[in-house]
């Protein structure tokens, strides 16, 4: 069926690949369709099927099972959705697990985690060279990448402003290790072309990092049309206004997604042990030379963790930067539990009620 084929190829070119067709054919069943969540703000939600982009509704049942914020639909989620032409909206009934997930702890509650991005491959990392680049905050930033199960890279941009390229290149790559780095300018247009790489067979491209880094200035870059609204940076306004105020996908023409978010001005680190171990390999390395197994590198005697500082082998930087942010994963990952078992005891009363109810009602009628 010509038809068939022709919306098919639409939703592989926004990264329908054989796993979540393999994931969405019980869906199929029941009469559902797929669809990408390019849209997901505040309650707000849009998304993209075969035929056409539509603003959407969560199904209460949906609502209903979704017990943590994470279990709703997210940015570059794959969906399930009911578009019966009764409904007013289509509504999304299921979201099929994800390939991965950016997750950062949720600014407003600190045992919950967000979802930034979801299904994401590459989470390119973009930060600006006019300006000492901020290795703490990418430390960070891969650490989540890393954590999300996509595969990280870091873009440096503004390359036409920098002083000392090989110098930023340089301090990056000492905490960036086994990730790509680029430098780039939309002035001169050096090191966009490399980019288009990533969004290679329908995959999907992930850009975060600070605001005015100029994250949407890549997505028209690539897209090669000013797709996204962009602003000028005021050297008044250190902090930068923030243009970009919606995570949206963007399908690139030519197959393949790229995912804008706004520039988060902090990013709050969510329990992360797998990514921190990947980011700093160097630091983990001397671990096994630690004369405790579970050495924490604090105040153990016979760490090789901190000799290796003394020694200058390792930069104390580093190694204050590892302990911080396992601190920080470690206290995020305390408060998820704490939730988790607040969450199974209510779990418990409410079914106690309903046995409780069940057999009044047996008694009674
Ligand atoms: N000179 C120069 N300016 C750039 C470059 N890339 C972006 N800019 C400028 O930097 C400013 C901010 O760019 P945006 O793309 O809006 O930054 P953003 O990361 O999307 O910012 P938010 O949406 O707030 O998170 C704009 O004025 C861009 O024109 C570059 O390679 N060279
Ligand atoms: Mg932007
Ligand atoms: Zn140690």
């Excluded at 939703?11 to 990408?36: H, I, K, M, S, W």
């Excluded at 930034?116 to 430390?139: G, M």
């Excluded at 920098?162 to 790509?180: F, M, Q, T």
């Excluded at 704490?338 to 046995?355: F, Q």
């Amino acid at each position: 069926m010509p038809h068939e084929d022709s919306t098919s190829g639409q939703l592989e070119a926004l990264g329908f690949t054989d796993r979540f067709r393999a994931l969405f054919a019980p869906y199929a069943d029941e009469g559902l369709v797929p669809a990408r969540v390019v849209r997901a703000d505040k309650g707000f939600l849009a998304i993209a099927t075969a035929e056409e982009v539509a603003h959407a509704k969560v199904a209460t049942k949906l609502m209903k099972t979704a017990e943590d914020a994470d279990a709703m639909p997210a940015v570059g989620d794959w969906v399930a959705v009911r578009a019966d032409a009764e409904l007013e909206v289509p509504l999304v009934e299921a979201v099929l697990p994800r390939s991965s997930a950016f997750m950062r702890g949720d600014p407003g509650r600190a045992s919950v985690a967000q979802v930034l991005a979801a299904n994401v491959d590459t989470v390119l990392i973009v930060h600006p060279l006019d300006r000492e680049p901020n290795v703490r905050r990418i430390e960070r930033e891969l650490a989540l990448a890393w954590d999300s199960g996509a595969t990280p890279a870091i873009v440096l941009t503004k390359a036409d402003l920098a002083e000392d390229i090989e110098a930023a290149l340089e301090a990056v790559g000492r905490v960036a290790l086994g990730v790509d780095v680029h430098a780039t300018s939309i002035v001169d247009g050096r090191g966009i072309e490399a980019l288009h790489a990533y969004a290679r067979d329908g995959a999907t491209v992930a850009f975060i990092g600070p605001s005015g880094a100029g994250k949407s200035s890549l997505v028209n870059a690539l897209v090669g049309e000013d797709v996204r609204a962009t602003r000028e940076v005021r050297a008044t306004d250190a902090r930068g206004r923030h243009t970009t105020v919606t995570r949206e996908l963007v399908p690139l023409p030519g197959g393949g997604v790229l995912l804008d978010t706004p520039g988060l001005r902090a990013v709050a680190m969510w329990d992360a042990e797998e990514g921190l171990s990947r980011v700093f390999e160097d630091v983990e390395a001397y671990a096994s030379e630690c004369r405790f197994r579970d050495c924490r590198h604090e105040l153990e005697p016979g760490c090789a963790v901190r000799a290796a500082v003394e020694d200058g082998e390792l930069p104390a930087e580093r190694l204050e930067s590892y302990l911080k942010l396992r601190a920080e994963s470690e206290r995020a990952s305390a408060a998820a539990d704490v939730r988790a078992k607040l969450a199974e005891k209510r779990e418990h009363k409410t079914l106690a009620k309903t046995i409780k109810r069940y057999y009044k009602d047996q008694k009674g009628g």
